[in-house]
């Protein structure tokens, strides 16, 4: 079953689609909302405030790609869409088998968890560390610290999250593209070099600390004292 706190916005003008997918993913323990044409996916995202957007491409009133572009510029919602791939998280082609589609739309929210926040551009600062995506910079305890692209852009989702634990897929994601196919050891490097740069002690961190099987948090209350898992 899904997680029953997963909302699904289904956006899709053909009612034999519509009927079937809202009777299979409710029975796959989805929330389901529909929209059938572009502009009414439009007004009703900022109410519904799903988390996946399951999109066709050929839509009334405002194209599929239009939405998706749309939608891409207000949030990070994962979007799987119908027929075509055109800066979505993953794509289907009709005709298609339920099972397919709930186990890519499974796939998609396990990297993309639902409460993640997108990074907003706005200056971040958790504790004793501070980052400035305009001006490309960070101070620690007041001193600054340069950072390497990657690692600006990582400890930028990690300030943007603090307090939540984001998947290691979820940071490669977002970091280096969900196209990536490199050694995943790459993100681990690039943890332990901010951790040389954030934390007082990198090899006892309490900062950006591991969450053994899945990934890792900025903690958003740095405990005092209190070793975290390297």
């Given at each position: 079953?899904?997680?029953?706190?997963?909302?699904?916005?289904?956006?899709?003008?053909?009612?034999?689609?519509?009927?079937?997918?809202?009777?299979g993913l409710k029975r796959e323990g989805f929330l389901v909302?529909?929209?059938?044409d572009g502009a009414e996916a439009l007004s009703l995202f900022d109410i519904v405030r799903p988390d996946l957007v399951l999109l066709d491409v050929m839509l009334p009133k405002v194209s599929g790609i239009d939405v998706c572009r749309e939608l891409r510029g207000r949030s990070r919602v994962?979007?799987?869409m119908v027929t075509a791939k055109v800066g979505a998280d993953d794509y289907v082609t009709k005709p298609y088998r339920l099972r397919e589609l709930v186990a890519r739309m499974?796939?998609?929210?396990?990297r993309s968890p639902p409460d993640e926040e997108a990074v907003t551009g706005e200056a971040l600062e958790v504790g004793d560390v501070r980052l400035d995506p305009e001006r490309h910079e960070v101070f620690v305890r007041g001193d600054a610290v340069s950072l390497p692209l990657k690692e600006f852009e990582l400890l930028e989702i990690l300030l943007a999250n603090?307090?939540?634990?984001?998947?290691?897929e979820t940071l490669i994601d977002r970091v280096w593209g969900p196209h990536y196919v490199g050694d995943t050891k790459t993100l681990d490097v690039h943890i332990k070099r901010l951790r040389s740069k954030v934390e007082e002690n990198p090899s006892a961190p309490r900062r950006i600390t591991t969450i053994r099987g899945l990934g890792y948090k900025y903690e958003a209350v740095i405990p005092p004292g209190r070793a975290a898992l390297a």
């Open positions: 079953m899904a997680d029953p706190q997963a909302t699904v916005l289904i956006v899709e003008d053909e009612e034999s689609f519509v009927e079937a997918l809202v009777v909302k529909v929209a059938r994962p979007i799987i499974r796939a998609v929210l396990r603090a307090g939540r634990v984001l998947t290691r």
